[in-house]
């Protein structure tokens, strides 16, 4: 794609977040859109919200379970950008903010010091990690997740394009430091309205969240670009994504990590 392609579809998808109008996908208006197109447009349409007053807080990873891999025809992870006023607090989460919000359970890795290279471990990342927090992620939709007419799901082009579905962040329960637990058998329960809607470990992601945190520093490499201290790292779901209405009460329980209760309004 050109760059002046690259601008308008930046500038549709930032059209679309305001109007909550979704657009159809890119990927069926453009057949031979590329994942690094994908990229572009995420990275041109972050530049125009830090234009205009946002802050970037952190990244987040998406599509590390083995399973959604597979249904998204990618055989590695995405990513996108944290900005500042996608952070909630655990409570009252407002539903106009959001077209089709889903809710996912996470790991947030909040980082110390700086990540940056082309070979990072996990170790590597425990030691560059200042606390590892309980995490809700708030997926959105921007483009479609399926197509109005066709009714085929977006490509894994079109949601890297939609900052890899990014939308809202909670960060509640107990912080912890990275060595203080078993990272892999953190847990969690989430009910919706009081039904158990989905249990997983963070096992689910990649064996350990930390390696898609050590993906992302290696991702970010070839741009010039690192982790840096501050950050916020959302590490990535280990439970399928659950879908909110307006009205909708999650509880979300990590156990010894803590428990919290959000509710859209």
């Keep these: 794609?050109?760059?002046?392609?690259?601008?308008?579809?930046?500038?549709?998808?930032?059209?679309?977040?305001?109007?909550?109008?979704?657009?159809?996908?890119?990927?069926?208006?453009?057949?031979?859109?590329t994942i690094e197109d994908g990229y572009a447009i995420s990275r041109a349409w972050v530049a125009m919200k830090i234009a205009e007053g946002r802050t970037p807080r952190?990244?987040?990873?998406?599509?590390?379970s083995r399973a959604m891999q597979l249904s998204s025809q990618i055989d590695e992870p995405d990513y996108g950008t944290l900005l500042d006023d996608m952070f909630f607090e655990a409570g009252d989460i407002p539903f106009d903010r959001f077209i089709a919000p889903r809710v996912e359970?996470?790991?947030?890795?909040?980082?110390?010091?700086?990540?940056?290279?082309?070979?990072?471990?996990?170790?590597?990342?425990?030691?560059?990690?200042?606390?590892?927090h309980p995490a809700i992620e708030i997926i959105d939709?921007?483009?479609?997740?399926?197509?109005?007419h066709s009714k085929k799901m977006r490509r894994v082009q079109d949601t890297i394009s939609d900052n890899a579905a990014n939308a809202g962040i909670i960060l509640a329960g107990r912080q912890v430091k990275p060595r203080e637990v078993d990272l892999p058998w953190c847990?969690?329960?989430?009910?919706?309205?009081?039904?158990?809607e989905e249990t997983g470990l963070a096992a689910g992601v990649q064996g350990h969240p930390a390696v898609g945190v050590a993906w992302l520093a290696m991702k970010l490499a070839p741009w010039g670009e690192f982790l840096e201290a501050g950050e916020v790292v959302l590490a990535g779901s280990f439970t399928r994504p659950a879908i909110a209405k307006q009205g909708d009460l999650f509880?979300?329980?990590?156990?010894?990590?803590?428990?919290?209760?959000?509710?859209?309004?």
């Design 141 to 148: 939709a921007r483009i479609e997740q399926f197509d109005r």
């Design 187 to 196: 847990g969690a329960i989430l009910r919706q309205n009081g039904a158990v």
């Design 105 to 132: 359970v996470e790991l947030a890795f909040i980082l110390k010091r700086r990540l940056q290279g082309s070979h990072i471990t996990i170790e590597d990342v425990l030691d560059a990690t200042d606390y590892v």
């Design 58 to 64: 952190g990244h987040k990873i998406g599509l590390t």
């Design 1 to 33: 794609m050109n760059e002046a392609l690259i601008q308008q579809l930046a500038r549709e998808l930032n059209e679309s977040e305001k109007s909550r109008v979704q657009l159809e996908h890119f990927s069926k208006r453009f057949p031979e859109m």
């Design 251 to 265: 509880d979300a329980d990590y156990g010894a990590l803590g428990r919290f209760e959000f509710r859209f309004v």
